[in-house]
């Protein structure tokens, strides 16, 4: 009896593990659509990038650096890119 709830505790968690949750939005503004779109070249370049907002700004990490958005009200503007910078370094120089 044990070894059977055993092995079902071992099958269950690794068919939990197993599934890679989706991250993607259940609805995505029109211009966030359009900005993923062409930030991917229309799926011809593979994108990874890491994001956060802190008070007034939206930072965006890419492979080549950080681009800084400042809220300006009615929505965010670029600022500037910090090439070759990281997340957290560009995160802690607008502190």
């Not at 890419?62 to 929505?75: A, I, K, L, S």
């Amino acid at each position: 009896m044990r070894t059977l709830i055993a092995a079902t505790l071992l099958f269950v968690s690794t068919a939990l593990l197993a599934a890679p949750k989706p991250v993607a939005p259940d609805s995505l503004a029109h211009a966030s659509a359009l900005f993923l779109a062409g930030l991917s070249n229309d799926g011809k370049r593979t994108v990874t990038f890491k994001a956060m907002a802190r008070n007034t700004r939206f930072f965006l990490e890419e492979p080549g650096g950080v681009t800084v958005y400042v809220y300006d009200g009615n929505g965010y503007r670029r600022e500037t890119f910090l090439r070759g910078a990281k997340l957290a370094a560009a995160v802690k120089k607008y502190r």
